[in-house]
């Protein structure tokens, strides 16, 4: 049995409709609402309406899961470089089976999309925490593993690289941790790159609890863009966070001034949120989160961005730009709040 409550006060008699994914529940009518043997179907996110004399408002989200949702895969599209500006997409594995993961650094194949000036000869390296290289891939169709890596990209849903060509691949199952999938040019050259990370899921399998995105964030086809996928049937918990002064107390340099956050559903130009300075966003929420997350905490009153969302099932995609055409450094994360 699960049991949300509402605290409001007000002048006379209030009344209550609790609704769940923005339709009113028959019934539900108090500032009580109990779910018995909760299943499948209750899975949701519901809210409550309370009306008095002095008005009507809508009550925060409260989400009702099994544990069933689970971040799928990510794709970050951006300028790849070398120092600072490498592409370095992490991620962290809970504690289960390892999976298995496809991770894919894409160049050349972008121009067939009218990506202009994309990375000519990626090569893509995944890292554990300690440094150590796990797995490296320069040319995808050079090595005995084209068929597999073929097949892998099928069943991902993932399109197909060209025979031949440079772009990147490779096929890992590593432990729970932390991991590093870098993304530099061959011989110091730059261009705009895909990197992708496909998770596939099973009973007991190590689920993705964090991703995240570095790279040096520019203007037009060089904003930092990153699809994510929230698979399941139930909608999951998000901090996302877009990281740019905060960067330089970790020593690193050229950081973006003042990042912009955009989320996105996919199929859709008008943004669901939005976010400038996190400190206007409603901070105190954000820190907890951030907290609950294992999230470094950011500086108050800084100009990086930050939001709390609740998302149901689907694609998205989460875009980070300088105010003001601005270029620099930044860092993209999304976090799994419980």
């Given amino acids: 049995t699960v049991q949300l409550n509402v605290g409001a006060t007000g002048e006379g008699t209030l009344a209550y409709q609790w609704r769940k994914g923005g339709v009113a529940i028959p019934g539900a009518t108090r500032a009580t609402l109990s779910l018995a043997n909760v299943g499948s179907a209750d899975a949701g996110t519901y809210t409550v309406i309370v009306s008095g004399s002095g008005g009507t408002v809508e009550s925060g989200a409260a989400v009702v899961a099994l544990g069933t949702a689970r971040l799928a895969n990510l794709s970050v599209r951006s300028g790849a470089g070398s120092g600072d500006g490498t592409l370095i997409v992490g991620f962290v594995l809970a504690r289960g089976t390892p999976p298995t993961l496809l991770a894919r650094g894409v160049g050349p194949t972008l121009a067939a999309f009218g990506v202009g000036e994309p990375l000519a000869d990626p090569v893509l390296t995944l890292f554990s925490a300690t440094g150590a290289a796990v797995a490296t891939n320069d040319d995808w169709s050079g090595g ?178 300088g105010a003001a055409a601005s270029t620099g450094v930044a860092l993209l994360e999304l976090y799994d709040v419980p």
């Fill in 144 to 321: 005995p593993d084209v068929a597999t890596l073929g097949a892998a990209a099928a069943e991902f849903g993932a399109f197909a690289l060209p025979a031949g060509s440079r772009d990147a691949a490779l096929l890992a199952a590593p432990a729970a941790g932390a991991y590093t999938a870098q993304l530099t040019g061959k011989a110091g050259t730059t261009g705009v790159a895909l990197v992708e990370l496909y998770h596939r899921a099973g009973a007991g399998v190590a689920g993705l609890v964090n991703l995240s995105a570095r790279t040096r964030v520019g203007t037009g086809a060089e904003v930092l863009i990153a699809g994510f996928v929230i698979a399941g049937s139930e909608p999951k918990r998000l901090l996302i966070r877009g990281v740019g002064p905060a960067l330089a107390g970790f020593g690193v340099g050229g950081v973006l001034a003042d990042p912009q956050l955009s989320l996105f559903r996919q199929g859709s130009s008008s943004a669901l949120r939005q976010n400038d300075d996190w400190g206007l966003g409603g901070a105190a929420a954000l820190a907890a989160a951030a907290t609950q997350a294992g999230a470094f905490a950011l500086p108050a009153n800084s100009r990086d961005a930050a939001l709390l969302v609740v998302l149901e099932p689907g694609a998205y995609t989460a875009q980070i730009s």
